[in-house]
């Protein structure tokens, strides 16, 4: 599948199938959702996120609004078409050496770690308030990626790929921290099941199988099971690019994530409404807990983290990174929706607290969306 583009002008025709016409996509289809949510049809905007979907998966209460299968069902794909580009750049590529896998990696760990002490430091007192210590600890590389797409030539392949990197290991930690303090007692059984279907995919890619129907099975099965299992299900979508074989990697898939995942996804999800808020707001101890862990603890942790990774010689910067392109990229790890969302919902019951935790989810991701930009574009030189 690709763009129909054969009756359009020669230039459009290149800008859309450029990976910057997908960057755009996504960053207008968000506008468009806040801007909706901020308007006086956000009632009609918020009856289409929360449009009924409900479906029993195995016994278990399945994602049961539209804005929730997208965020839990066809995100899986976003992961999938990521972790097969890692695995592409780790066979032959930007991540060919264990140094620069481990760059990434440590990178994830240090940012998380240093928004969680921040938060910890700002809401301390708060008992109710300390619950959401994990809320900033996320990277969304939905979005990050499209930022760094349009910067072109100023940020190097390498570092976009260390990047893009970082955003996995950052989630699949998150989801960890999810599961270990935050989460329910999983559904064993469920659990072993998806272990299995897990397995046998792995098997199948050892002994050659190149049939797509037998891993799109394999896919939907495993993400049922993880639903039934109380795990993030888009863990499915990184365990299906893990096992897919290079062969069944066709670039349609990217063209449906690019045009039709990832606008939907941000349609449905950046429409955080403001109504009543105000900058007074900003400084109650949850939401500048998140918002300084965003903006100030996840830069600070990636890029230090990084940097000492270097030092000591565990780990490799990127070809053609400065310590001016990395910082800037550090600061693009800030924007936190999804996961820290997430999170929010699960840290808080109380809706005041939730919707507090979000406005400093929104104000910091903001912030570091626009910082991150204009350092790159001014600043982050090879």
């Not at 930007?94 to 928004?115: D, N, Q, T």
């Not at 072109?152 to 976009?160: D, E, F, H, L, S």
């Not at 807990?289 to 000492?308: D, T």
């Not at 990229?329 to 507090?356: E, M």
């Amino acid at each position: 599948m690709t763009v129909p583009t054969a009756f359009l002008p020669l230039r459009l025709r290149a800008f859309l199938c450029s990976p910057a016409g997908g960057a755009c996509a996504l960053l207008l289809a968000s506008v468009l959702g806040f801007g909706l949510a901020n308007s006086p049809w956000a009632g009609a905007y918020g009856a289409v996120v929360h449009w009924p979907l409900s479906v029993s998966i195995l016994g278990a209460q399945g994602p049961d609004t539209l804005g929730a299968w997208v965020s839990d069902g066809l995100m899986a794909l976003f992961f999938l078409t990521i972790i097969l580009e890692i695995r592409h750049e780790i066979s032959d590529g930007h991540l060919s050496s264990r140094c620069k896998v481990a760059l990434p990696l440590i990178g994830a760990v240090g940012g998380m770690v240093v928004p969680a002490l921040i938060y910890a430091v700002v809401t301390r007192g708060a008992a109710e308030a300390a619950r959401g210590w994990a809320i900033p600890i996320a990277t969304d590389a939905a979005f990050t990626l499209p930022i760094i797409v349009l910067l072109g030539a100023r940020v190097a392949p390498a570092a976009r790929v260390w990047l893009m990197a970082l955003a996995v290991f950052d989630d699949l930690l998150g989801i960890g921290v999810i599961a270990v303090f935050y989460g329910s007692a999983p559904c064993w059984p469920a659990l072993g099941g998806a272990c299995m279907v897990l397995a046998g995919l792995v098997a199948a890619r050892r002994c050659g199988v190149v049939n797509a129907g037998v891993y799109g099975l394999g896919g939907v099965l495993l993400w049922g099971l993880c639903v039934r299992a109380g795990v993030q299900p888009t863990l499915a979508g990184v365990a299906i690019g893990a096992c897919l074989p290079a062969a069944l990697a066709r670039p349609g898939l990217n063209a449906v994530v690019t045009w039709g995942v990832l606008p939907l996804f941000g349609f449905l999800n950046v429409g955080v409404s403001l109504a009543g808020a105000h900058m007074g707001m900003l400084l109650a101890p949850v939401p500048l807990g998140v918002m300084l862990g965003l903006v100030v603890g996840k830069p600070v942790g990636v890029f230090g983290a990084s940097i000492l990774a270097a030092r000591l010689g565990v780990a490799s910067l990127p070809e053609a990174t400065s310590r001016h392109m990395l910082f800037g990229l550090s600061l693009l790890c800030g924007i936190g929706f999804t996961i820290s969302l997430f999170i929010a919902s699960l840290a808080f019951t109380d809706p005041a607290l939730v919707g507090a935790a979000k406005l400093g989810i929104f104000a910091g991701s903001l912030i570091a969306a626009l910082s991150g930009w204009v350092w790159l574009r001014f600043r982050g030189r090879p």
